[in-house]
């Protein structure tokens, strides 16, 4: 059975920093490409980062500004995403999914195949 499960979110106030992590099983995270999502109170889900299958390619979605940064440890079958400078518009559930390709695409929800069940990340101002 694939899981994604995901973990690290919480509370944390403006400019500060969380990382969240993407934890697969159930199929060989290696060869997939992992990207991450959020979805704000009222907003639509989007697409924040991903990273290939290999690590050599990654994508970040306009707004993260070089503030997010996404990596892979295939062995820990885990896949990170390191956010900094965080600020009250990234309030957000997280969810990390694949399409189950091994490059990044078009970051688009409905490609997607699994789902996390999401981490909740607040920041206060």
């Known amino acids: 059975q694939v899981q994604l499960v995901e973990a690290g979110g919480g509370l944390v106030q403006s400019g500060g920093s969380l990382t969240l992590s993407c934890a697969a099983s159930?199929?060989?995270?290696?060869?997939?490409?992992i990207g991450w999502f959020r979805q704000g109170p009222g907003e639509e889900r989007e697409g924040v980062s991903c990273i290939s299958s290999s690590g050599d390619a990654t994508y970040n979605g306009d707004f993260v500004k070089g503030r997010f940064t996404i990596y892979r440890d295939n062995r820990g079958a885990t896949v990170y995403l390191q956010m900094n400078n965080l600020k009250p518009e990234d309030t957000a559930v997280y969810y990390c999914?694949?399409?189950?390709?091994?490059?990044?695409?078009?970051?688009?929800?409905?490609?997607?195949?699994?789902w996390g069940q999401g981490t909740e990340v607040t920041v206060s101002s």
């Open positions: 999914a694949t399409d189950l390709w091994d490059t990044c695409r078009q970051m688009s929800s409905t490609d997607m195949v699994y």
């Open positions: 159930g199929f060989i995270l290696d060869y997939y490409a």
